[in-house]
């Protein structure tokens, strides 16, 4: 409960602070900028404590006092005071937006639920398709670093003994949480309620802004949020032969309209395969998006935005690094042409370099410490043509997997007024930088460059249909309706059928035994300790207890531009043919034996760890040894 009540300070001093600075805009983007300032504190402020007196209570009372004391000082000092009353009425006029915010974020707040850790009768804990494998690596850093104190974070999937690059702060927030109490569960879900209501709220008032049109604003998020491409027509034909198919789909793992890897299928549904499991790209695009929205206002002629859109734009690298590399492609593109319409006169463009130079100032401490560091190592940046394509002809692979938005996108941009094809442009640098350039070892990734593209593109094809469609009913050409249906269908039946196997699916992450010997570790045994366990992905001791252990899964560790064969040959090593001064010289301190410890594939040496050391626990499943 305490924890809950901390996290709630933030965006409840968001808003205020919001109601302050964006006094200009309407309620629902203060709100939309409340929100999102107080994730961006409640992200940041701990943070910046942690680095000074480690990652413990007193960062977190530290970060509560700084908030209070800046909200204090907007009442008191400039005589500031909400009015509740002209907000709520404010949001009660968009009406057309809660009726679709609300449902999507009802189901989204679903999906956490029934994927983030859900203990089942027996005490096991599930978890669901698409945070069956991301889960992990998150929830062991956020335990990591709550349960050690150690800040900046170490990867405790190599020992403790690496500094992690990776944008941490997606994870830390929820260390907050666990700081001050809160279980596991609801620590890694509360942070990504508010992330994914800033989300829902942000990419809204971006397309309002961008089309100036509610209604076709909502088009095109819905687009975005659920649409998906033709993926649906394998499922479709493949019932005509099969008719299990369609079960299939809804039983196996990863058989979606929007992600079969085997059809060349990737184009994935944005909430079920990034938000839900992917918390970098969360929190990252729900500041990204409020960005987005205070550069389109700021270049429409609201140049004070660009103050506090420097602050968002700079604080990015740690939460996620694609979303600002995004924010600092869009900015360089809508600079030019602010130049070319200033005839070169760069005193009218001052505010772009006001801006710029607040980013810079405040993200290249976090690039140089952090970003290259990581970057530096592995396959980060090199040169890879046509994204994650890997089977199709070029034009096929797009038309399939973003289906009916590629094929009407020449003529949305022809229809486009002068402002917004200038907008797109900015997404199109995006979209064909990504296309020939990969910036992190998995080429599937560049999708959280790729898809921000696709947003824009949304807004441009949405504008168009709508646009289309009034000109055919303006004619009274008969089936309009039937038509628009029918488009709308094809748009989204994709990405519903994705959301209902995402919504059934269910699997278990760690069984009752494995919760039950976490819990002893946590209760009895050193926070610095190192456990020698397999390198399976789920591994209880990383995710559950916080503990730090030889080596964890390679699917994580060499994602992230590590070399981790030296330690899993290592463990390997202990695990199959162990004896006392190899695990002492490793500095082992315990070791784990489950299910998957007995399941390597050389059959470890059991007999070794049962006569040379002494248990300390044991149930059905794990017993562990200390050294």
């Known amino acids: ?22 006094r200009r805009e309407n309620a629902l983007e ?24 480690g990652f413990g209570i007193a960062a977190q009372i530290t970060a509560l006092a700084v908030l209070l004391a800046g909200v204090a000082a907007i009442i008191l000092l400039r005589k500031h005071r909400i009015k509740l009353r002209d907000l709520s009425n404010g949001l009660l006029k968009e009406k057309s937006i809660w009726a679709f915010i609300l449902p999507l974020f009802a189901f989204s707040c679903y999906l956490l ?90 990419c809204f008032v971006f397309f309002r802004a961008f089309l100036q049109k ?35 789909m ?41 960005c987005m929205f205070l550069l389109l206002r700021a270049i429409d002629g609201e140049k004070k935005l660009f103050v506090p859109l420097g602050v968002f734009a700079g604080g990015l690298p740690l939460i996620h690094a694609h979303s600002f590399l995004v924010i600092g492609m869009l900015s360089a593109v809508y600079l030019l042409f602010a130049l070319y319409d200033a005839k070169g006169d760069f005193r009218k463009t001052n505010h772009f370099f006001i801006f710029g130079a607040i980013a810079v100032a405040l993200a290249l401490p976090q690039l140089i410490a952090f970003t290259f560091q990581q970057a530096g190592s592995g396959d980060f940046f090199r040169y890879s043509f046509n994204w994650d394509n890997s089977t199709d002809n070029y034009f096929w692979f797009y038309i399939k997997n973003m289906g009916l938005a590629f094929v009407v996108m020449i003529p949305a941009f022809l229809h486009a ?30 999708n959280k460059l790729i898809f921000i593209s696709y947003l824009i593109l949304c807004g441009l094809v949405a504008d168009w249909l709508a646009d289309v469609f009034k000109s055919l009913r303006a004619a009274k050409i008969r089936g309009t309706m039937v038509l628009a249906v029918l488009v709308v269908v094809v748009l989204n039946v994709s990405g519903v059928l994705t959301l209902a196997r995402e919504a059934v699916s269910e699997f278990q992450l760690f069984s009752e035994h494995h919760v039950e010997a976490t819990d002893f570790i946590r209760a009895e045994l050193p926070k610095d300790a190192l456990f020698l366990t397999a390198d399976n992905h789920n591994n209880a001791v990383a995710v559950l207890s916080g503990r730090n252990i030889v080596c964890g899964s390679g699917t994580f ?24 001064d190899a695990l002492k010289n490793y500095g082992v301190d315990y070791v784990y034996i489950g299910d998957a410890e007995r399941g390597m594939g050389d059959g470890i040496d059991t007999e070794f760890f049962e006569r040379e ?12 040894y200390e050294v």
């Not at 203990?119 to 956020?142: C, E, I, K, R, Y």
């Not at 949020?225 to 099969?242: E, K, N, P, V």
């Not at 626990?617 to 017993?623: E, G, H, L, P, S």
């Open 1 to 22: 409960m305490i924890g809950i009540l901390y996290m709630a300070m933030f965006p409840a001093g968001g808003l205020i602070i919001a109601d302050w600075a964006f």
């Open 30 to 53: 203060r709100l939309t900028l409340g929100l999102a300032s107080g994730l961006f504190l409640l992200m940041w402020l701990p943070a910046l404590a942690a680095f000074f007196m």
């Open 113 to 202: 639920h029934t994927h983030i850790l859900l203990p089942d009768a027996n005490g096991a804990l599930m978890v669901g398709q698409s945070t069956f494998g991301d889960l992990n690596l998150h929830a062991s850093m956020m335990t990591s670093v709550a349960e050690q104190g150690v800040f900046p974070p170490q990867y405790s999937l190599l020992a403790g003994k690496v500094g992690v690059g990776y944008p941490f702060l997606s994870n830390t927030v929820s260390s907050s949480l666990l700081v001050l109490g809160a279980s596991l569960r609801l620590a890694y879900m509360a942070p990504m309620v508010l992330g994914l209501l800033c989300i829902l709220l942000s």
């Open 214 to 248: 509610a209604g076709r604003a909502v088009f095109a998020a819905s687009m975005f949020f659920i649409g998906g491409g033709f993926g649906f027509s394998y499922i479709f034909d493949l019932m005509q032969q099969t008719p299990g198919k369609l079960q299939e």
């Open 250 to 290: 809804m039983d196996a793992f990863y058989k979606t309209p929007t992600n079969n890897v085997e059809m060349g299928v990737k184009w994935v549904n944005v909430i079920a395969d990034m938000l839900i499991p992917q918390r970098a790209t969360l929190f990252g695009w729900s500041i990204l998006f409020v």
């Open 417 to 446: 007024d002068r402002r917004k094809k200038r907008i797109f442009a900015g997404g199109a640098l995006i979209w064909l930088i990504a296309e020939f350039f990969l910036f992190q070892p998995l080429a599937y990734d560049n």
């Open 557 to 580: 560790l060499y994602f992230h531009g590590l070399d981790y064969t030296p330690a899993r040959d290592a463990a390997h090593d202990m695990l199959k043919s162990p004896n006392i």
């Open 613 to 624: 050391l002494t248990s300390v626990f044991r149930n059905n499943t794990v017993t562990i």
